[in-house]
């Protein structure tokens, strides 16, 4: 079965490591910039509960759904409907059942012939802890302008907060036995859980809206765009039903292997920096038998609690503690933890095979977390997978409008572009 190597392996048995959790090109939405919860963040009010078919079970089945009832009113001026939804999906890291939570909105009016088309949403990185979660937040930590373009668009729109971010204690559920008690962490840039959370996502909005189709095109930024690409690579083999049409990602954090051996060499960027450093706090919580002990020294160990908030009294002194980080604060302690980073990162890295639906990739420019160098080895890469793959910015500026075109085509069933070179048998 694909990716199995990916799940609960350690690149080495029992080697002390640590792992990467936060950040991304939205790494300011983690908690330094008015878009991330307050430091007195206690959640939203709960909104009434909705009506749906809650007798599934297993990944995609809909757990429960309410309305949303503190969110952004340009935002709710756009929905029909508005809601935070519970749903299951699959853990990446050992199979396992979730509990995953996140949000749908439907447009105004009628649906279309043959049913609503369904945007599956994949936001940047917000966090790693629970109340990090878009849902928590009434501008969705600043995916509403993104969210209000698709439903201007006609689609309705299904958001997954990530495995780890959202729940709350009376979410879980007592009708799966399946399901694991793991959910309060979120295994941060691990790409086959994100891409389980956003087809699950369109699963559970498809019971919640009746009138949704089964056809799906997938929209992420950030992490979100690791995300939608795994999901891209996950779709075909994973519980079918439902017909992934195109991949929209910009800014993905795919290739992630680098990030080791800057580390080593000290020449990581601050954003690069906070990225790694909630990476090895997620993956400490992924296995049991880590050491963060040689991957954490100076200022990242002893606000090790401050660098991993997006709220609450740590977080105040978030931005100002990550300007101390010195290079050798996340330096692994030689060749052999450097070995071991590079493994764990390697094994959620993007490719991992091949995708099932064309795809069109915007890249950070040089300077972004994963530079434009190394998104584009990852696409050479893709292409000799036998991947559809499109590159670059598709207007300057904000890529959305013509992303979204992009994605209606794929929905008119028109052939998509393919920068990768021909081959020849």
Known sequence: ????????????????????????????????????????????????????????????????????????????????LAARIVYESTSGVNDSHSLVTGTVFVPKGAPPPGGWQIIAYAHPATGIQSRCAPSESPTLLGSATDIASLLDAGYVVTATDYQGLGLRDDDHSTTDPTIGPF????????????????IDSVRAARTLVPAASDAFAAYGVGQGGQ?????????????????????ASVHPTAALEGLADSAAGGTLTRDQQLTLQQFLASLAKEYDD????????????SDWDALSACWGPAYRDRAQIAERIGPDDLRPDGDDATRVLRGFLQKTSLPQGPTSAPMVVVPEGPDGLIPTAQTDAALAKAC??????????????????????????????????????????
């Not at 007195?40 to 079970?57: K, L, M």
């Not at 959910?183 to 956003?198: I, M």
Request: aromatic letters at 6%; a negative charge.
């Open 1 to 80: 079965m694909r990716r199995d190597a990916r799940r609960g392996r350690h690149p080495m048995r029992r080697v002390k490591v640590a792992l990467l959790a936060c950040a991304t090109a939205f790494l300011a939405a983690c908690g330094t910039t008015s878009t991330g919860p307050a430091a007195d963040h206690s959640g939203p009010p709960r909104g009434p509960a909705i009506r749906a078919d809650f007798s599934g079970t297993g990944p995609g089945a809909l757990v429960s759904a309410e309305g949303l009832v503190d969110l952004d009113p340009a935002l709710r001026d756009k929905t029909s």
């Open 183 to 198: 959910n309060g962490y979120h295994p941060f840039l691990d790409s086959t859980t994100e891409g389980y959370d956003v």
């Open 227 to 247: 995300a939608v690409w795994a999901a891209n690579e996950l779709a075909a083999d994973y519980r079918g039903k439902l017909t992934l049409v195109g991949v």
């Open 290 to 301: 880590f050491d963060l002990g040689p991957y954490r020294h100076g200022v990242v160990e």
């Open 384 to 425: 000799t997978m036998g991947d559809v793959v499109s590159s670059g910015a598709l207007d300057d500026g904000d890529p959305m409008p013509g992303l979204i075109g992009w994605m209606g085509d794929r929905f008119a069933g028109l052939p998509a572009a393919n920068d990768c070179p021909a081959t020849h048998g």
